[in-house]
């Protein structure tokens, strides 16, 4: 079998990275998340992370070459089929990922966009707290972890994400709508979108998750 792409797309807090874990569980993928990628290096305090967390803070996208160049080093170190979660963010990045396609043969599956609105959105990032352990995500009000601070999963520590703060929150769904979001329509004219109401259950989003995948698999 070839091994399959899938893309995740879906503003900030739309559960793409919650729904890239259920379907690591079920299916026989791995997710790359270029958010996570990017913060890890901020841990490492390598000169990529340092570089990269003024635009993260700030609301911004990284610049196309780093994130282009952190994803072609992924893409060529994996055999498994791959989600890609929070890539492409533009369209250049999406033009690139096609020509990384070309490179290696291989092509994009299947797009599934998780659309959510904004004042929702808002509501799931300005309260949201993430594992350092295993990166599930809590809510301070919606899903309160059962111990303060901990995760119910893993026992890591929880935290607010640094780019989770108003100002940022607020770039970050602007930067949504005028870069991201018109890959709705180019995705849709290749003929591999499908759209999934993200206000709902996370196991609801998830079936409809799993429809779509056991459909092309
Ligand atoms: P995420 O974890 O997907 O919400 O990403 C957090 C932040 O990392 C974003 O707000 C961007 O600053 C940066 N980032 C993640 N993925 C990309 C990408 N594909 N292109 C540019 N910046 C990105």
Redesign the pocket.
């Known amino acids: 079998m070839n091994r399959m792409y899938l893309i995740l797309l879906g503003a ?1 807090g739309s559960g793409k990275g919650t729904q890239s874990k259920l379907i690591v569980e079920k299916y026989p993928f791995i997710q790359i ?4 990628i ?1 913060r890890e290096e901020i841990t490492k305090k390598s000169s990529l992370g340092i570089e990269a967390k003024k ?2 803070d700030g ?4 610049p196309d070459e780093l ?1 282009i160049m952190i994803l072609k080093k992924k893409l060529l170190n994996t055999e498994k089929h791959i989600i890609l979660d ?4 533009n369209l250049s ?1 999406a033009n690139a990922l096609d020509e990384m396609m070309n490179e290696i043969g291989g092509s994009i599956n299947s797009v599934i966009n998780i659309s959510v609105e904004d004042s929702i959105l808002e509501e799931r990032l300005s309260g949201r707290l993430v594992c350092k352990g295993c990166g599930t995500s809590f809510h301070k009000l919606f899903l309160i972890p059962i111990k303060d601070g901990i995760c119910d999963k893993c026992g890591g520590d929880l935290y607010q994400r640094s ?1 989770d703060l108003p100002e940022s929150i607020k770039q ?1 769904l602007i930067v949504y709508h005028q870069s991201t979001k018109p890959l709705i329509d180019f995705y849709d004219a290749k003929g591999l979108l499908s759209n999934v109401d993200g206000d709902k259950e996370v196991n609801d989003i998830f079936k409809s998750i799993t429809s779509i995948i056991d459909g092309r698999i």
């Open positions: 900030p998340s270029t958010g996570d990017l635009f993260m609301g911004k996208l990284v994130i929070g890539f492409p963010r990045q780019d970050r």
